[in-house]
């Protein structure tokens, strides 16, 4: 799977949108972009993933460029609950998408949310 | 969507001794794959376990320190033996969720040893 790289640490003020970069210039067609989240002391949480198209759920939006060396998580109105440690994982799917491969996860980017 | 059950929560274990991490999914799962979290780090992956075949272990991770039982498809144990305090760490089993929703993971087992 593909490398990604996210810078160690952001802040973002609560109520305004949390933008989150993550380079995966090494990424090949079949490896989608997957985003985890975890809290202080838990297991880390889904928060979406994509291949080539922007994507948007309850949680967040994931835009990927063009090239797809590069992405964006956004969180629109971050809260002070979005503290937490986030991780951009790129892995292969197979098609169809029903392969269930390992994630490896890198260091993530350390979101801070203040009042 | 599976949900994950995990014991003990914590465990705080004298060297030597050994200690069996359980995963209950309340679903059938194909693969279930378990991490470690040292302190400060990312998660790192031990090994994935198929019902019914032995476990895959990653590089720089063995059968005899992290034997695996997968006896079914709901169920998971991770033994960590002859600890020493280096194994201390954060320890999470994960499930496949569906193609929708990645993997949920269980809440961990945060082990120290002293």
């Known amino acids: 799977d593909a490398k990604t790289t996210q810078p160690p640490s952001m802040d973002c003020a609560e109520g305004r949108a949390a933008n989150l970069p993550c380079n995966h210039s090494?990424?090949?067609?079949?490896?989608?972009v997957y985003w985890y989240r975890q809290i202080h002391s838990q297991g880390p949480q889904y928060i979406i993933h994509g291949l080539k198209n922007n994507e948007t759920n309850e949680m967040a939006s994931l835009i990927i460029t063009e090239d797809r060396k590069s992405s964006t998580l956004i969180l629109p109105h971050a809260t002070l609950r979005d503290t937490a440690v986030y991780y951009c994982i790129v892995r292969v799917d197979n098609a169809g998408g029903t392969s269930y491969g390992k994630l490896t996860f890198g260091q993530g980017t350390i979101l801070t949310v203040h009042p | 969507s599976a949900v994950i059950s995990q014991k003990p929560s914590r465990d705080i274990c004298q060297r030597g001794t050994s200690l069996t991490i359980q995963c209950q999914v309340d679903s059938q799962v194909t693969m279930m794959f378990w991490y470690r979290q040292q302190p400060g780090q990312s998660l790192t992956l031990i090994a994935t376990a198929n019902q019914g075949s032995e476990a895959t272990y990653e590089s720089g991770f063995v059968i005899d320190k992290f034997p695996i039982s997968r006896p079914n498809l709901t169920f998971s144990t991770l033994t960590v033996s002859n600890m020493s305090p280096e194994d201390s760490s954060i320890y999470l089993c994960?499930?496949?969720?569906?193609?929708?929703?990645?993997?949920?993971f269980g809440s961990g087992t945060r082990l120290t040893v002293v």
């Open positions: 090494t990424i090949s067609g079949n490896e989608y």
């Open positions: 994960s499930v496949p969720r569906g193609l929708e929703y990645g993997y949920t």
